[in-house]
């Protein structure tokens, strides 16, 4: 009798095991039940699938930007021309601050993006971007202010940035204003247009990424390559009306309107180039096609890209813990498009994206609030302009 017949006939036959042998079994099943439990998403994992607008703020004329307060009340400008302070939650809308420098509202033009100094708590002072009348025409700039303890007045107003090239054109101003954590500004422009072929130049403010300080002086640690203005933090960019940081590295994240197609997001690092007009996943609205084709040696890839247009404007990270599932989602507001682009990441892969409020507005700007909700501005002529907060 060989060893192996004897061990086969004292083991149980196939499919009965011993207690022990069972216990163990029920032992690993219940830990695989109890794995599979784990990893299944928690009710705050769960994306809200039917998020609402609940109006704030209503009667608003082109709003464009929208900035908090470390009060938690909030300062919102409307392109044509108007800095208001609202009273939050209330949404209590003040006259309009006066102080403003003079504006070429015109198109695309106007009153633009708003930031709010790092110590505006001891200092008081905010940052308008703006179309300013020129010589040759009109450019973007950054005024920067002291808003009076009663919120009514700009003071000590000075423009601390201008763009050095001037055009006849309503067209592509940018332009989003966002601190970075060294306390330096990012200011986004566009190509005015007209202004397509200077992109490329890089002493020219047409197309790029400005980094500046609170004085507007080239900030420390830009690029300054050769044949670099010194305020050029990037290059290549076509119309930049969307920035913020990445709440965890800290990094610049833009969002950038394309022609026909080519609407792109990226995250401008120093020094490199965006592509903008050599390449493009765009064409131009005529069909043309535009540049050499979507890749180039030397020219950095979108992170993202739409196509067809959705007309990007303002986005934010979402960080806080009101909505479920969102948390670390990016949100872009769009224009033509008239939804709200809700992206998961994967770092700095877009792995899916979902599209909310569609049909309802042109949605300019996204900001999460310090009461950890999500803001929105809409595109619309006075009075019908909005502020909305995304209810569950
Ligand atoms: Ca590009």
New binding site residues.
């Given amino acids: 009798m060989s060893t192996t017949s004897t061990a086969s006939k004292n083991s149980p036959s196939p499919g009965s095991h011993s207690p022990a042998k069972r216990g163990i079994i029920l032992l690993i099943a219940l830990a695989a039940a109890l794995a599979a439990w784990l990893m299944l998403p928690r009710a705050a994992d769960v994306p809200l699938t039917n998020p609402s607008l609940v109006p704030v703020v209503s009667g608003l004329d082109h709003p464009w930007g929208l900035a908090f307060l470390p009060d938690g009340n909030a300062l919102v400008t409307e392109r044509p021309g108007n800095l208001r302070h609202i009273t939050m939650p209330d949404g209590k809308l003040s006259e309009p601050i006066t102080g403003l420098p003079d504006l070429d509202v015109e198109g695309q033009g106007g009153l633009l993006g708003i930031a709010i100094d790092p110590d505006f708590t001891s200092n008081r002072l905010i940052y308008l971007s703006f179309a300013e009348p020129r010589d040759g025409g009109n450019s973007t700039s950054v005024f920067r202010a002291k808003l009076s303890a009663d919120n009514g007045i700009l003071e000590e107003g000075k423009i601390i940035f201008r763009q050095n090239v001037a055009a006849e054109s309503g067209h592509h101003f940018g332009s989003r204003l966002v601190f970075d954590r060294d306390g330096h500004l990012f200011v986004t422009t566009g190509d005015r247009n007209v202004l397509r072929d200077l992109v490329q130049d890089p002493s020219t403010h047409i197309g790029k990424v400005i980094r500046i300080t609170r004085d507007g002086a080239p900030a420390p640690g830009n690029p300054a390559l050769p044949g670099w203005a010194p305020e050029i933090w990037s290059m290549?960019?076509r119309n930049i009306q969307g920035a913020t940081l990445h709440p965890e590295t800290g990094a610049l994240w833009t969002a950038?309107h394309g022609a026909r197609g080519g609407d792109?997001i990226?995250t401008p690092e120093a020094g490199k180039n965006?592509?903008?007009p050599v390449?493009?996943y765009g064409r131009d609205y005529s069909g043309e096609k535009i540049g050499e084709g979507t890749a180039k040696e030397g020219m950095?890839q979108?992170l993202h890209y739409w196509d067809p247009s959705i007309a990007p404007s303002g986005m934010a990270f979402y960080t806080g813990d009101v909505y479920p599932g969102w948390k670390g989602n990016l949100f872009v507001g769009a224009l033509a498009g008239q939804l709200v682009a809700r992206l998961t990441l994967d770092g700095n892969k877009v792995v899916s994206e979902q599209r909310l409020f569609e049909g309802r507005a042109r949605f300019r700007d996204v900001v999460q609030g310090p009461d950890g909700k999500l803001y929105l501005l809409t595109d619309e002529p006075g009075p019908n302009g909005t502020l909305f907060v995304i209810s569950k």
């Fill in positions: 290549g960019h950038e792109e990226n965006y592509g903008w390449i493009t950095e979108p």
